[in-house]
């Protein structure tokens, strides 16, 4: 739930971290308990669920789609959507705002790190690779869902397979084309 808070709340708040108990009954230094689980939905090439303690649940899927290799073409993209049941009150942003700040926070993390290996996307050199498509469904939520959006894409992307594709040669003798093997 992200909300404006009273005077009245914030300062229960201050008071319990003075204290060292927050209003849940965790002292500050726990965290709420983390619960992974990995190929949630069979029908999509990698996917995770992230429950943090009761109050946070994040599904994730990620697809992979052949697409030719341009100057724009595009290795991934990231979907999050917030189930409409979460309540979500902002001055600032709207919903789906907010829904693009999540997408562009987690963009920013991972072509800033290292947890996609590009080469393993190529399938024909300089002529088709796999785009990934990351989706997110925040279910439940009552802060701010990045960080468990991430841990839902890490998890998701570890479990990730590649499909299998054998590879064809062209009229030149080279390899020019691929098949992707249907029961892989």
Not at 88 to 112: G, N, P, Q
Not at 151 to 161: D, H, P, R
Request: proline fraction near 3%.
């Amino acid at each position: 739930m992200i909300k404006r808070i009273s005077v009245a709340e914030k300062e229960y708040i201050v008071q319990g971290c003075t204290d060292g108990i927050r209003s849940d009954g965790r002292s500050t230094t726990d965290y709420r308990p983390v619960i992974v689980e990995n190929n949630v939905f069979p029908h999509v090439h990698g996917s995770s669920r992230i429950k943090l303690g009761s109050s946070m649940n994040i599904v994730c899927a990620v697809k992979l789609n052949v697409i030719e290799i341009t100057e724009n073409s595009q290795q991934f993209d990231i979907k999050v959507k917030i189930a409409p049941s979460n309540v979500f009150r902002s001055d600032e942003l709207k919903l789906s705002d907010f829904e693009d700040v999540i997408a562009d926070r987690l963009v920013s993390v991972i072509t800033s790190s290292e947890c996609i290996d590009y080469s393993k996307l190529c399938i024909v050199p300089d002529k088709f690779q796999w785009s990934i498509t990351i989706e997110l469904s925040v279910l439940n939520m009552d802060a701010d869902p990045t960080d468990g959006c991430s841990m839902a894409v890490y998890a998701a992307l570890k479990c990730t397979k590649l499909p299998k594709h054998t590879m064809l040669k062209g009229e030149s003798g080279s390899y020019e084309d691929f098949e992707i093997n249907s029961h892989s």
